[in-house]
């Protein structure tokens, strides 16, 4: 599976035949100031240690765009998508992700390399960015694989609906559920990442 | 093991599927965001938009390193390059390249109030990595390089500069399915470009202008790069232009937008090339589409091979028309039938018809000298080589493009039906016939 979050447009070859919705995407975009005022409004009880609302939690795992960095080798970072998210009771965050595309990710993160993702929608582009310490990978549930198909599902629909092309949007969200691999962290801060003024913000109570 | 080098993967460097950015600040935590392009520069550079002073860059300038994943939107095709920042550029080429590119994808994507380009960070590629994806077949496309060379080959045959144009417009629908086109011509005295040939507009919009620095057309012949956009924005439209120009016109601001230009309402897609001599703008070679994404860095470098062929060829026909000699100037006698009268200012060398605007700069000087001579002494046959030589109509002597100015007055002529006829007759000559007594005036 790949996912991602589409800003740019349809390209023609893509799908010849598909018609070209002039409408520019993201027509009410977020902005880093809903989600700070969001945050402010929210009465959730966080808890010591906790970085995610419930709201925020359910975003991650909403299907939308997962990309990861981690330090690799010589403090050279390195980039990466995922393809979908859990939050798991722990609090821990698990990030789902193709093996044979991420070789170099998941062996830094066996090295205990410091993680970043950062989870963004195609319809608003509504970012936030969580870093994480003490990855750990492993195995995938049977729900894990189901949260992967179901979440890439969702982008997919996603990226369809800002006009990309099926054939292309089939084959940047095929998840191949045998190749699975589950990267978990404990997440230690929040950030806002939509763009415009505001963005960086930190997400706390 | 195959080594993947750059260019090869350009179609993944367009913006179309936006790409992964990697930082990480001095202790190794790293950042990661989506970027709206990567820039392909030359074979081993980059460069990425600067919109925002933030934790991004922040780790840029303290680590140097990068770490970004592009996607080809054709094949689903992905690739990680390592980058090492080399320096941020704030103007020129590749900073108004990118700042065009970026407003295309920034109205697309509803971020036009957002996202704006403060500078471009280039990059030295260090690494190349394929990573591995489903891939899917690369679609059916036009060969841009079979059909800049069918082009070129049809080039040869056209006899002078008007033929040229309408040769290369009419090759540019024929090989490359591109519909609506212009070329337009640069005054290296009024700095703005008037349009001498278009095609696959309701109007020819011959004589319309544009001024340097102006929407794709003008900044494509300030920069002298090619310059172009995916999506439609307003920022590059043409009206958005002319009103630019209007701030500074004053007095022109009337004749300046006297004939309208032909453009595309709301273009999706559009490409400006620079015509070049010796380095110089001589002209620019425009197309549109309503279609977005139509012209790619392989139509890029096709319609930039085409210019290039254009500019040597018009070089070769001012030559050849150079090196004829000097004929004697008959006279005629077409001083009867009705009368047509002709307004000239000095202010800005325009030239009004029975009232309807014709021309103005220097292509208005050069009809007002030919109806004075007319006028006065009856003469018809003018050559080439003498409006050169006037020292009144003050022509650059450098890249004069008077043989577009007289292309340019011809078919402003004609399409006015204003009475008035440039004939060519031979290279380097032409007629002028009046059907008509001419009527002089000057303001």
């Known amino acids: ?51 995610l609302s419930a709201e925020l939690a359910e975003f991650c795992q909403s299907g939308v765009s997962v990309i990861i960095a981690v330090g690799g080798r010589g403090n050279v970072p390195l980039s990466g998508q995922g393809c979908a998210c859990r939050v798991l009771e722990d609090g821990r965050m698990r990030i789902l992700l193709l093996r044979r595309s991420n070789h170099a990710i998941i062996a830094a993160a066996d090295q205990d390399a410091p993680i970043a993702v950062t989870f963004s929608q195609p319809l608003t582009h509504r970012s936030i960015q969580i870093k994480g310490i003490n990855p750990a990978t492993g195995e995938p549930t049977l729900s894990d694989r189901q949260a992967a198909v179901e979440q890439s599902a ?22 191949d559920v045998d190749d699975l691999v589950a990267l978990d962290f404990d997440p230690v801060a929040a950030f806002v990442q939509t763009p415009g003024p505001g963005a960086g913000a930190e997400l706390r109570k | 093991m195959t080594t ?52 991004t860059r922040r780790n840029l300038l303290a680590t140097r390193l990068g770490s970004v994943t592009v996607v080809d939107p054709d094949t689903n095709a992905q690739y990680r390059l390592t980058l090492e920042y080399l320096e941020t550029q704030t103007s020129g080429p590749l900073f108004e390249i990118m700042r065009a590119k970026l407003a295309g994808i920034a109205s697309h994507s509803g971020m036009q109030d957002v996202f704006r380009l403060l500078g471009s960070d280039v990059f030295r590629v260090r690494e190349i990595e394929p990573v591995a994806s489903e891939v899917i077949a690369r679609p059916m496309k036009r060969n841009a390089l079979a059909a800049a060379r069918r082009s070129c080959e049809q080039f040869s ?102 004939i309208a230009f032909p453009g595309l309402e709301a273009p999706q897609s559009q490409i400006a090339v620079p015509i070049l001599c010796e380095d110089q703008t001589m002209g620019v070679l425009f197309a549109e589409s309503t279609e977005p994404n139509q012209f790619g860095y392989d139509e890029e470098d096709a319609l930039t091979l085409i210019s290039e062929l254009v500019s040597a060829r018009v070089a070769l026909l001012q030559k050849e ?37 014709i021309i103005r700069g220097v292509a208005g000087a050069i009809l007002w000298k030919l109806a004075r001579e007319h006028a006065q002494s009856g003469r ?63 303001t």
């Open chain 2, 4 to 55: 993947t080098w750059l260019p090869e993967i350009r179609n993944a460097l367009e913006g179309i599927v936006p790409s992964i950015l990697a930082t990480a600040d001095v202790d190794g935590i790293p950042n990661v965001s989506l970027i709206s392009h990567v820039q392909y520069v030359d074979p081993d550079h980059v460069a990425l938009s600067y919109q925002f002073f933030n934790k």
């Open chain 1, 1 to 51: 599976m790949r996912v991602g979050v589409g800003l740019g447009g349809l390209h023609p070859s893509c799908d010849p035949g598909k018609a070209k919705p002039n409408m520019p995407r993201a027509q009410r975009p977020h902005s880093p100031e809903a989600e700070l005022a969001a945050l402010s409004a929210c009465t959730d009880d966080l808890g010591a240690g906790s970085v």
């Open chain 2, 157 to 258: 045959r056209a006899s002078d500069m008007g033929e040229l144009f309408d040769t290369l417009l009419a090759c540019l629908q024929q090989h490359f399915g591109i519909e609506h086109a212009m070329v337009l011509m640069l005054d290296q005295v009024s700095k703005r470009l008037y349009t001498v040939s278009s095609r696959g507009y309701p109007f020819s919009g011959i004589g319309s202008e544009v001024g340097l620095g102006d929407g794709v057309i003008g900044v494509a012949a300030a920069q002298r790069v090619p310059i172009r956009i995916g999506h439609m924005t307003s920022q590059y439209t043409y009206r958005a232009a002319v009103l630019d120009s209007a701030r500074a016109a004053g007095l022109e601001w009337e004749c300046a937008n006297a």
């Open chain 1, 154 to 175: 969702g982008l997919e629909q996603e990226l369809r609906d800002v006009d990309y092309a099926r054939r292309f949007t089939e084959a940047y969200c095929a998840v």
């Open chain 2, 321 to 357: 028309e150079t090196a004829e000699r000097m004929q004697p100037a008959p006279s005629g006698n077409a001083t009867a039938g009705k009368a047509i009268r002709l307004r000239h200012y000095r202010v800005d060398n325009s030239v009004f018809v029975d009232d309807v605007y």
């Open chain 2, 380 to 442: 018809v046959a003018f050559t080439n080589r003498e409006l050169r030589l006037d020292p009144a109509l003050r022509l650059p002597d450098y890249i004069d493009n008077l043989e577009a100015r007289l292309l340019l007055l011809q078919r402003r002529l004609s399409e006015r039906g204003a009475g008035i006829v440039i004939d060519k007759c031979g290279r380097g000559r032409f007629r002028f016939l009046v059907e008509g007594k001419l009527l002089l005036e000057e």
